[in-house]
């Protein structure tokens, strides 16, 4: 069984930086695209940012927030800079993955709060 498990969220002042952190466990054949997604309250899940052998972010958070993976560990981070009040959210990895027991399919991880107050 897949899971994606999310690491790194919390509170942090306006300006501040987070570096969240997503593994990939179980056993899988391949990881194709992995990214992050946030759901602030109402409102719908975004997309955040995403890594293939490029990468692809949303306009609010270019030049702010980097997303970078670990092939071999699995992992995949986003390294988030001078952040606002509006980054404030629900954040969720996500990946494109074949499992070895299944079909190529995406999967989600639960979901880490990120608060930025002061």
């Known amino acids: 069984q897949v899971q994606l498990v999310e690491s790194g969220g919390g509170l942090v002042q306006p300006g501040g930086s987070l570096r969240l952190s997503c593994v990939a466990n179980?056993?899988?054949?391949?990881?194709?695209?992995t990214g992050w997604y946030r759901q602030a309250p109402g409102k719908q899940r975004e997309l955040v940012a995403a890594?293939?052998?490029?990468?692809n972010y949303a306009d609010s958070v270019k030049g702010r927030f980097t997303i970078s993976r670990d092939n071999a560990k699995r992992m995949v981070y986003l390294q988030m800079n001078s952040l606002k009040p509006e980054d404030t959210a629900v954040y969720y990895c996500?990946?494109?993955?074949?499992?070895?027991?299944?079909?190529?399919?995406?999967?989600w991880g639960q979901g880490i709060q990120v608060t930025v107050s002061s």
């Open positions: 890594i293939t052998s490029s990468t």
């Open positions: 996500n990946a494109d993955l074949t499992p070895s027991a299944g079909t190529r399919r995406n999967y």
């Open positions: 179980g056993r899988i054949v391949s990881i194709y695209r």
